[in-house]
Nanobody
């Protein structure tokens, strides 16, 4: 199974970017959420599907929206009202039988 994240790039403060994650492989997995890692910091949760609910990090609530299409094995992250502190490498995560799969990451840089 491979997870391919795309959509990163340079964004402006107050602007928007949309990230996409596509899963491919011989078996299906559950696309679980988006994480990010800023330079010099630990990877942190951005948004995830958990037990039928959606969880957002406090820092992105009201600005980011996660969605997924299980039939297409895709998951998106709509990021609005971008802030410089959103600058990070964003990773999508999937799971199957208690094993986690990670995409390669896509860099988001927000300029002030």
């Amino acid at each position: 199974v491979q997870l391919q994240a795309s959509g990163g790039g340079l964004g402006l403060t107050g602007g928007s970017l949309r990230l996409s994650c596509a899963a491919s492989g011989n078996f299906s997995i559950n696309l679980m959420g988006w994480y990010r890692q800023a330079p010099g910091k630990q990877r942190e949760l951005v948004a995830s599907f958990t037990r039928g609910d959606i969880i957002y990090a406090e820092r992105v609530k009201g600005r980011f929206t996660i969605s997924r299409d299980s039939a297409k094995s895709t998951m998106d992250l709509q990021m609005n009202s971008l802030k410089p502190e959103d600058t990070a490498v964003y990773y999508c995560k999937g799971s199957r039988l208690n094993y986690d799969y990670w995409g390669q990451g896509t860099l988001v840089t927000v300029s002030s």
